[in-house]
């Protein structure tokens, strides 16, 4: 089976930093791309940051752009989130999702692209 384990997420104050990490299992790793979602409440989901595993080629919102970094650890079928300089508009349950297609750019990706998704890890951020 199929599974994405997202973890890391937190109560932290503005400024601070949060690595979230997601933890893959049940298909080749290098075949496919992660990407990052957040949503926070009352508003709809978004793309935050993606990879492909293949390639190591790299997407970001402009909203992170600078503050967030996106890497993956292929012999530990992991990618990570490096959250930096966190303000409270980064409140949102964050969510890792893959997809077996090969992501192009400019953008992070939709999620309808993303087959298979986590369970989602808070990060709550005051001022």
């Known amino acids: 089976d199929v599974q994405l384990q997202a973890s890391g997420g937190g109560l932290v104050q503005a400024g601070s930093s949060l690595r979230l990490s997601c933890v893959a299992s049940g298909f080749t790793f290098d075949d496919y791309a992660i990407g990052w979602f957040r949503q926070a409440q009352g508003k709809e989901r978004e793309g935050v940051s993606s990879i492909n595993n293949g390639d190591g080629s790299t997407f970001y919102a402009d909203s992170v752009k600078g503050r967030f970094t996106i890497s993956s650890d292929n012999a530990k079928n992991t990618v990570y989130l490096e959250m930096n300089n966190l303000s409270p508009e980064d409140t949102a349950v964050y969510y890792c999702?893959?997809?077996?297609?090969?992501?192009?750019?400019?953008?992070?990706?939709?999620?309808?692209?993303?087959?298979?998704w986590g369970q989602g890890t808070l990060v709550t951020v005051s001022s």
């Open positions: 999702a893959a997809t077996s297609g090969w992501l192009t750019g400019p953008g992070v990706g939709v999620p309808k692209w993303f087959d298979y």
